[in-house]
């Protein structure tokens, strides 16, 4: 069952003649675990505004075509009502975290939405056992590290018990490590509560056992879009310049010399079995 239905989206900034986004089709599924990457300002962020609703109830210009998300309109419903059904982690988590504590950020969409204290406080420790972060429900957000800061954001998001989850380049301010770490909280919550994940990310190589398609932006347009093991080795996406995994370049590096290691890896271990079977049989 689809999720998101967007039908020919056009839109274009007020003032500015280029458009943003031009003529996007795109269906995502229920469960999908999508990777949306592409150079910088190929609008990503824009194609995230127009799923939030941001575009256009918040930022004027020119949009033409159709934007369904969990079955709603964008146009025809206010950002609050999307807000219900489609959480949104910034770049920044210091964008999202005001409160006192931990605790209190989590609890603060609930309580705008008048659900019982009892019903609240279930939902906060669900949320921090989720994240693996009840240790710091007391406190307040200075004190914390990028990494968890990202992990408070998230479980604010969850405790609204969203069906789609865009998380716009939450990575860009984590090392690696964290980074890696925020990766594979984020794949439990899709594969454990089948939450549908929709992240702005180019960290390809730490990303692409994860998730179950890739789509690629340039110019405001998808170029590509399909399986990661498919569309990373593609001709089209090399064209664009865009970080390719390591092991893809090795993959491709090895074909041109002739040597076939059979389909394109994803991780390191496949690469590695593949060249260890390839030894084998010679
Ligand atoms: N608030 C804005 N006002 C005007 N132009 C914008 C705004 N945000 C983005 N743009 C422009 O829209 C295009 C797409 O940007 P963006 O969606 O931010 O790309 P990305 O997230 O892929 O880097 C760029 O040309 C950018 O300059
Ligand atoms: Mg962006």
Redesign the pocket.
Known sequence: MSIVEIRNLSYS??G?N?P?LINIDLTIEKGDFIILT??????????C?CLNGLIPHF?NGDLTGDVIVTGLSVKDNPTSKIAQHVGFVFQNPENQLFALSVEKDIAFGLENLAVPRTEIRKQVDHALDLLGITNLRDNAPYELSGGQKQRVAIACILAMHPELMIL?EPTSFLDPVAAKNLFEIIYALNKELGLTIIL?EHRLDLLCTYANRVII?DE?KVKADGIPRDILSSKEVLSLGIGIPKITKLYLELKASGIHLGDPPISVNEIAQEIRTLMLND
Do not use: E, I, Q
């Not at 150079?39 to 824009?46: E, L, N």
């Open positions: 900034y007020p500015l280029k943003a592409g150079p910088s300002g190929c609008g990503k962020t824009t194609l505004r930022y716009d702005v932006m405001g």
